[in-house]
């Protein structure tokens, strides 16, 4: 397995709000993306706390015994309990930081077995036999139009609410999570990534550059590339496994 990730601030913001973690041993991995929220509230410290959240739960697993099923999914759970809960510390003990948030969607990979944890419009995609599937679903004002008939799809993306969030990291300790479980096919790819990419690169344009190139590394920055020269008017973050159970037969 081979896990990438690469974040850029983009053309027209003044810094990066995006935080990523992408790391491997043997068969197990951990994905995050987060997406900061809140400008001059510091929505890069809540990003950065969110991953930093990420970093600490995965070095403190236990790798002499196996990790079950249910271990990982609370690990998840965890994890992303305690980022919402450390971001909000943060923001009541500083004025200047009240207001601020961030998306997470975290993926622990154990061999085939996937552990998604999710809050927010970043994504989670899985990339098999040349096909494409969004593994989540956005917490999105445009998203509940979508759903429910209001807005047509092709309509998401000039609609003026697009950028506003049901669900995000801090702003409530009573945090609903999607947890959801996949088992992954051999050979397949995983991408994470915040909105600077998808509001410029299609699905189908995502499934191009993957199947286009094998090296994860050239994937995630070809994917950025092309965002950027969409005019990269977000932060962008890619994170990617690749060669995940190794080639199929």
């Not at 994504?123 to 139009?145: G, K, M, P, W």
Request: aromatic share 2%; charged share 25%.
């Amino acid at each position: 397995m081979l896990v990438t990730g690469v974040t850029n601030k983009g053309k027209e913001r003044p810094r990066n709000e995006d935080c990523c973690f992408a790391v491997q041993d043997s068969d197990l991995a951990l994905l995050v993306v987060a997406d900061g929220m809140g400008g001059h509230k510091a929505g890069n410290v809540a990003s950065e706390i969110a991953v930093t959240t990420a970093e600490k739960y995965w070095n403190n697993i236990n790798r002499d015994k196996p990790l079950s099923a249910q271990d990982a999914k609370d690990l998840v759970k965890d994890l992303i309990t305690e980022a919402n809960q450390a971001v909000i510390s943060e923001a009541d003990n500083c004025f200047e930081k009240r207001g601020m948030g961030t998306t997470l969607t975290a993926g622990l990979l154990n061999g085939d077995h996937l552990i998604i944890g999710h809050i927010g419009d970043s994504r989670a995609y899985l990339v098999n036999n040349d096909q494409i599937e969004l593994l989540t679903r956005d917490h999105s004002l445009l998203e509940q139009l979508i759903q429910s008939g209001q807005v047509k799809p092709e309509e998401a993306k000039k609609h003026p609410k697009r950028h506003v969030l049901t669900r995000a990291l801090g702003a409530s300790s009573d945090l609903q999570i999607d947890i959801s479980d996949f088992i992954i096919e051999p050979g397949s790819v995983l991408l994470f990534c915040t909105d600077g990419l998808t509001n410029h690169v299609e699905d189908d344009e995502i499934l191009t550059v993957i199947t286009g190139q094998k090296d994860p590394q050239l994937q995630a920055e070809s994917l950025v590339a092309l965002a950027n020269a969409r005019g990269g008017c977000d932060n962008i973050t890619v994170v990617i496994a690749a060669d995940i159970g190794g080639q199929p037969d």
